[in-house]
């Protein structure tokens, strides 16, 4: 009962349950615009992916992992050392 909208990419979303994206959303390549207003194609609140930190499905950020010093198993290292 709300109304639909299909966009160029050829997605049919229902905007009357879905809320405008906000500023961390800008640049996402899951933004979809309608009637000038871009909405998130993938959650229907887009504010709620961005109280805990960056949102899962956000294209436009750049996630750092940590790689830093792997734990080796001391029997393991002690073994490897003694081979040489």
């Not at 109304?3 to 405008?20: F, L, Q």
Request: positive net charge.
């Amino acid at each position: 009962m709300g109304v639909h909208a299909t966009t160029g990419k050829e997605i049919s979303i229902d905007v009357s349950i879905r809320k405008p994206v906000v500023d961390s959303c800008k640049g996402c390549a899951n933004l979809v615009e309608v009637d000038g207003t871009s909405y998130c194609a993938v959650y229907q609140d887009p504010k709620l992916r961005w109280v805990f930190g960056t949102c899962p499905m956000a294209t436009h950020v750049e996630r750092k992992w940590d790689e830093g010093k792997k734990k080796i198993n001391p029997l393991k290292a002690s073994k490897r050392a003694a081979r040489g």
